[in-house]
């Protein structure tokens, strides 16, 4: 073990220069503010390619996952996120999600990956009805396989900051009992010690909810930013492990196709 997390393999360990840099798309939808930290971590901190894909355009530009930051994307007109799931740019994000792509949601790209029906449930305002900003302890559910976890061991706690005002997760009970079945949860807000408890729920969310995948497990949805919590300087580096487990994964993939 190294650091908490687990070993590489043999074939993790292979040389990094054997290939390209992956390449990270990153949204910007009209009123998007974490688009340049998304870019900054994906780019000068991972050291991977990075580049901006306008609302507009319908060429996704052979990404290797597309993020989607966080913001008041529109203006949050409507609801968060309802305005932007009929940008053009997501019909490509569809059909990529369905082709097995990877796409990351943070905050509003969270709320917007379910306006869109990517991913299931609904966001609400808030339990206290005020924006929260604070950093937050995130219980790793499903830690050492997938494509977003898979640097991390199941239970490993991170600590990575939230900053919403409609971030309580919502949804009815046979939907959060298909999420926990397929293993479709992927963080909880936990307290230190691991506990997944009320008072460590910022927002409300239903049953400590802070992240999930779709069924395929390639679309992630977060309340946290680990865009935030990639640099020593910024108090945090517990976001690194999500991106450090896309990396895993698309190499993990790249050597499969090359064998």
């Known amino acids: 073990m190294n650091g908490g997390r687990a070993a590489p393999d043999a074939e993790s360990r292979a040389p990094r220069e054997t290939f390209p840099l992956m390449r990270f798309g990153v949204i910007r939808f009209p009123g998007s503010n974490c688009d340049q930290d998304c870019l900054h971590a994906a780019g000068a901190v991972m050291g991977q390619e990075a580049f901006y894909l306008w609302h507009k355009e319908t060429d996704l530009r052979g990404a290797d996952c597309v993020i989607l930051p966080g913001g008041f994307s529109y203006g949050?007109?409507?609801?968060c996120g309802a305005i932007a799931r009929f940008a053009p740019i997501m019909a490509p994000i569809r059909r990529?999600?369905?082709?097995?792509g990877l796409v990351l949601g943070i905050c509003n790209g969270f709320q917007i990956l379910l306006e869109a029906g990517l991913l299931p449930g609904a966001m609400l305002r808030n339990a206290s009805l005020r924006f929260q900003c604070q950093m937050t302890r995130l219980r790793v559910e499903r830690g050492s396989i997938g494509p977003f976890a898979s640097a991390a061991r199941t239970?490993?706690?991170?600590?990575?900051?939230?900053?919403?005002?409609e971030g309580n997760y919502y949804a009815d009970a046979a939907t959060l009992a298909e999420l926990n079945r397929n293993g479709q949860v992927l963080f909880r807000y936990c307290d230190e010690r691991g506990r997944v408890a009320s008072e460590a729920n910022p927002n409300g969310a239903s049953e400590n909810i802070a992240g999930i995948t779709n069924r395929a497990g390639n679309v992630l949805g977060m309340m946290p930013h680990p865009e935030r919590a990639c640099e020593a300087a910024l108090g945090a580096e517990d976001g690194r492990l999500i991106f450090e487990s896309i990396l895993e994964w698309?190499?993990?993939r790249r050597i499969s196709s090359a064998a």
Request: aromatic share 8%; charged share 25%.
């Open 76 to 79: 949050d007109y409507l609801r």
């Open 155 to 165: 239970g490993e706690l991170l600590r990575i900051p939230i900053a919403h005002g």
């Open 250 to 252: 698309i190499r993990a």
């Open 96 to 100: 990529f999600a369905a082709e097995g």
